[in-house]
Nanobody
Framework: QVQLVESGGGLVQAGGSLRLSCAASGRTVSSYVTGWFRQAPGKEREFVAGVNWSASRTDFADSVKGRFTISRDYAKNAVYLQMNGLKPEDTAVYYC???????????????????WGRGTQVTVSS
């Protein structure tokens, strides 16, 4: 079993930056695809970014390309989401998720992820 805990959320002004962390415990996620999703009030959960198990491939939603980066630290069993140039429309609860089955690429579909954190709130003021 894998436990994922997100941290780093908060309130920031438009144009600012935040770095979200996803700490895994219970089992190493070094061989898992790890992704970040977000859900704003009244909206469906959506894919934000993902990194494959070898960190050789990353994928991003069009809405965050060029502003967000994703990375992983194998020693710390953690994944990070660096968010720059934040916009009010980035306001949401951000979730970390791990896909233990995929070996090629990164899936943008939440139903393919096996483990989820509880989320961290990101609020961007205008």
């Amino acid at each position: 079993q894998v436990q994922l805990v997100e941290s780093g959320g908060g309130l920031v002004q438009a144009g600012g930056s935040l770095r979200l962390s996803c700490a895994a415990s219970g089992r190493t996620v070094s061989s898992y695809v790890t992704g970040w999703f977000r859900q704003a009030p009244g909206k469906e959960r959506e894919f934000v970014a993902g990194v494959n198990w070898s960190a050789s491939r990353t994928d991003f939603a069009d809405s965050v390309k060029g502003r967000f980066t994703i990375s992983r630290d194998y020693a710390k069993n953690a994944v990070y989401l660096q968010m720059n140039g934040l916009k009010p429309e980035d306001t949401a609860v951000y979730y970390c998720a791990a896909d233990q089955s995929r070996r090629v690429g990164v899936s943008p579909w939440d139903y393919e992820y096996d483990y989820w954190g509880r989320g961290t709130q990101v609020t961007v003021s205008s």
